[in-house]
Structures are given as C-alpha cells and as structure tokens.
C-alpha cells in the first residue's frame, strides 16, 4: 500500500528529529517544518494525511496555525494532533479542539502512545481516500450506466418509432393490397358478367339480323317499308358493336393477332382520326426511328386509337393538342417478360381528380352528358391491351391533362395467328350454283337456331337442327350423311369445341363451322382448322363459311 504524508511541525530541530525516529517504523513520508510559514507552504506542495504540531512556537502558536489550515477548504478535515508540555487544562484543550485538533499528546512522549495515535489517523487517512475512491468509482458507473440506460433508452424508442412506422406501412400495404383485390375482383366479377351477357346479347342479334335479312328479301319495293327496316338493321348493328365492347372489357373478344407496323398503321387511318378530333385540334407524333413490328389484332388497335383520340378531343372541349408518343419499352413489371412498344396518347384538356381516374377504365362509368358516351372506350381498350399481352395506364392531373399508355408486345416472330372467318373472307366459291348440301346446326338457342336453319334453307341448302352435342353425335352415329355441321359453342354438357374434336376424330372428313358470341376457346381445345362464325353472322357471312368449310374438305381430299 503506498505511503501516505505526515508532517511534523515544531521550531527545534531535536524535537523533529525524535518524532522522526519515533514515526519511522510506519513506513510513511514524514515532513518536516520549523514554523507555521513552511508548515504552509508543505500543506499547498503535498497531499497531507496527518499533522503533529506543536502548539508553543514563537511566530504563530499551534492554535493560530490550526486556525489557519481549517480555513482552506482542501484541509478542513485533516487530522491535526497537538505536542504539548503545557496548555493541558481543559479549557486550553477545549480550545484546541474548538481550534480544529483532534487529539492531544503530552510532553514527555510516550513513542508507542504517538505511534499509536498516528496510526489510527493515517488508517482512517487510507480508508476516507478508499471510500471516496470507491465513491467515485461508483458515481462513474452510475452515469456511465445511466448513459447506457438513456441510450438504450433511445435506441429502443427509435426501434419502437420505426416499428411503428412499419406496421404503418405494412396495413398500409396490406389495405392497397386489398383494394387491389377486391378491384380485380369486382372488375373480373363485371366481366364475367358483361361477357355473358354480351353471349345472349349476341344470340338475340343473330337472331333479330337474321330474320330482318330474310324480310329484306321478301317484303315488296316499298320506300316506307325499306326505311323502316334499314333503321332496324342499323340499330341491331349498333347492338351488335356494343356487345363487341363489352367482350372487349371482359377479354372475350376474338382477336386476330398479326404482325403490325405502327408507322404504316397509324398513316392509314391518320386522316380519319383528325377528321374525328376536328380542326381545333393539333396532332403532334413523335415515333421512334427504330420501332420494332407488334403482334396486336390490327382492326382492334385502330379501333383503340379511334377512341382514346376522341376522348381526348372530348377532354379539350374540341381545341388543344393531342401528342402521340411511340417507342420501344422495357417490361411492364417483372411479371411481364419480353420486349414492348409503348404508345402514350396525351392531351392538355381539364384532367381528372383521383377519384374519377380510379374509376375511369370500370365499364359504363363515363363523365360526359347523356347520348355522348357509352363508357365502354377505356374500358375496350384496357381489354384489348391485356388480352394481347400488355397493360394499359392512365396518369391524370386536373388543369394539366391526361395520358393513357399502352403496352403491346412485340412481335418475336413465334406469336400463333388466330383463324378467323368472319367478315370479309374472300374465298373462292367451292359450292357450285343450285348445288345442294345437308347442313346439321346444333344450338341451344331455339331462336338461332331458327334463325340460322331460315338462312340456309334461303341459301338453297338443307337444314336440320338439333339442340345440343349429344343429340348430334347420335344422329351421326345413326349413319345420318351431312355436308356441313354449324355448331355453338357454348352448350352445357359438351361445348361446340369439345364437339369438333370428336367429329375431327371420328369423322374427318365432315367440316365443322364453330359460332358463338365470344371466343372463349382454351388452347388446343379445337382443331387447328377449324372454321370460326362471330355471332352475330349476316347471311353472306354464313355463305363464305360453308364456302371455305367445303373448300377445306376438297383440299384434303
């Protein structure tokens, strides 16, 4: 244990000497002073435990002295013990310890009584030093674990911050997400619906085109009479192209993918689309030199363009500038592989809030005035793009305008085109004038059914009709010879495509004509060959199919 300072103050040297051969087998360092001045001076040098002083010294006495050392702060509780041959009645000790001793030695020493003494204070020394060691020590921990504490502290306050902002953020996520859901699921529950409905729309039409077709033929050359019935067919028509809308937003619709050249597309049809938008309106295009070709049903896209224009003409009152941008895209999400062409129609018109752009691609929602609109233009187009292999987008902003951005694939040269045989096949007619066939049409619908039977005994053919699959393929078995089979496709128990497969194995050579009121037909469900009707088919169109269907089987023979 280190050594600890004692001084020892007295004017005569002898005297010092015998405290110093009396205190030197404590093992401490003793200092010596011959007056109150040096006494001082070693009391502001060194760091002193113990004093032994004398309390008769010429300058200043001991009382003066110890009166002197309790007055600095550092020394307030230093022990100081009193040498002295005189002054030991009790009022002069009273006064030595009102002075600030702590004990008295008397004159002559008793060396192990001094000894003694010195040892108690400097013991007391050591463990006061110990204690506010450990004190210290103790205080530093206390802070430094309340630091710790207060750090921790505001660690977990942050981690407790940040988990509550990820919990916000997950529900947040987690009610965008539901949104989405319950807006796929409301928008695939529409065009479940649209789509059947558009199916027995179309089977009315078929109906309605087909009878008013026939009437055309007999009803005699009156001018009233042919009014009134051209107002008929247009209005079927009219139903007819609306049903075409709806199949488009519920993906239902038949398309005819082909490889398409933007460029050349949109010149065709550039001036119909300005004649559309009107004189106030400027069309500005911007296409990309290098724009790869798109596999995309050519009809369907200008169709799509037509409307997004007219739109955007609506949104601008008839006068601002509608900008066409075209160019090659990266996909759409990671979802979506391969490469897209991405065509954005934009307009300076008056916008959207988020409201109507969130709803703006549902089915029959519209904000123009009644008779100007349908509702069903974004909705066709969100239909095409989808069902051709892309995505559409809308970005809106009231006072600024919108966009509507298309994504379409591009053509890889591996896309499957799709046979479709209803308007405008010029084939080569196979059937010979007064040539007579025995045609088998099988539909559920009573009225089509009529209805097609009516337009082929008109044709000259002979009709019978059957009103499912089944009942079909018992008269084939029965040895019952057709030329031709016209079916629908959607029947319950066995649908017209299941139907074609059988009659393509079982009878090859009879060519089967599919019609229905969408083309919902899963892959590889029919043959490759196999001749497709849209309801609703006009005559003529009935005529090229069974045209081509006989075709089809003079070929194979």
């Known amino acids: 244990m280190d050594s600890v300072n004692i001084l020892l103050v007295d004017d005569q040297p002898a005297k010092l000497l015998s405290y110093e051969v009396i205190l030197e087998d404590l093992g401490e360092n003793l200092i010596k002073a011959q007056s109150a001045r040096e006494a001082l001076e070693h009391l502001l040098r060194h760091d002193i435990a113990v004093i032994l002083a004398d309390v008769c010294m010429p300058e200043q006495d001991g009382f003066e002295l110890v009166s002197m050392i309790r007055e600095h702060p550092r020394y307030q509780n230093t022990a100081i013990i009193f040498v002295s041959a005189v002054m030991m009645t009790e009022p002069d000790r009273l006064r030595g310890y009102a002075a600030g001793a702590v004990d008295y030695v008397s004159v002559p020493i008793v060396p192990e009584v001094l000894r003694a003494k010195v040892r108690v204070f400097t013991e007391l020394y050591r463990k006061t030093r110990e204690l506010e060691r450990l004190n210290s020590d103790l205080e530093h921990r206390v802070r430094q674990r309340t630091s710790e504490l207060e750090a921790s502290s505001a660690e977990l306050r942050k981690l407790n911050e940040e988990l509550e902002l990820r919990i916000e953020e997950r529900t947040r996520e987690r009610e965008e997400a539901l949104a989405q859901l319950f807006e796929a699921r409301k928008i695939d529950s529409i065009g479940q619906l649209t789509g059947g409905v558009a199916h027995d729309f179309n089977n009315l039409l078929m109906a309605i085109l087909g009878s008013l077709s026939l009437l055309k033929k007999r009803l005699p050359d009156d001018e009233r009479s042919e009014r009134l019935l051209s107002n008929a067919v247009q209005a079927a028509e009219r139903g007819a192209a609306l049903t075409q809308r709806l199949l488009a937003f519920a993906r239902r619709q038949e398309l005819k993918p082909t490889t398409v050249d933007f460029v050349q597309l949109f010149s065709n049809i550039k001036d119909l689309l300005s004649k559309a938008v009107g004189q106030g309106i400027d069309i500005h295009l911007e296409v990309a030199s290098d724009l790869p070709k798109i596999l995309v049903d050519a009809n369907q896209l200008e169709l799509a363009l037509l409307n997004l224009f007219v739109n955007a003409r609506d949104a601008m009152d008839g006068a601002g500038t509608i900008k066409l941008s075209v160019n090659a895209a990266e996909p759409i999400h990671e979802r979506k592989q391969g490469a897209f062409v991405k065509i954005r129609i934009s307009d300076n018109g008056g916008g959207m809030d988020p409201e109507t752009l969130a709803k703006a691609t549902e089915p029959f929602f519209t904000t123009k005035g009644p008779g100007k609109g349908t509702g069903l233009g974004l909705s066709m187009v969100q239909g095409l793009a989808v069902q051709s292999g892309g995505s559409l987008e809308l970005a809106s902003e ?46 559920d619908d009573p009225l089509v059914s009529m209805g097609t039977v009516a337009m082929l005994e008109d044709l000259g053919h002979t009709a019978c009709d059957v009103t499912s699959a089944s009942q079909a393929l018992q008269l084939l078995a029965e040895e019952q010879s057709f030329d031709v089979i016209i079916t629908d496709h959607s029947m319950p128990g066995m649908t017209g495509a299941e139907l074609s497969r059988i009659i393509a194995t079982s009878f090859p050579d009879l060519p089967v004509i599919l019609a229905s009121g969408y083309a919902e037909l899963p892959d590889n469900q029919g043959p490759g060959e196999l001749i497709r009707l849209t309801k609703p088919f006009t005559q003529n169109q009935l005529e090229q199919a069974i045209q081509r269907a006989t075709g089809l089987r003079a070929s194979a023979a």
Do not use: R, Y
């Open 398 to 443: 009231v006072g600024t305008g919108t966009s509507v951005t298309v994504w379409l694939p591009v053509d890889t040269g591996t896309g499957e085109h799709v046979v479709n045989d209803k308007v405008g096949h010029e084939e080569e007619a196979v059937v010979g004038p007064g040539e007579t066939l025995t045609v088998l049409v099988v539909d």
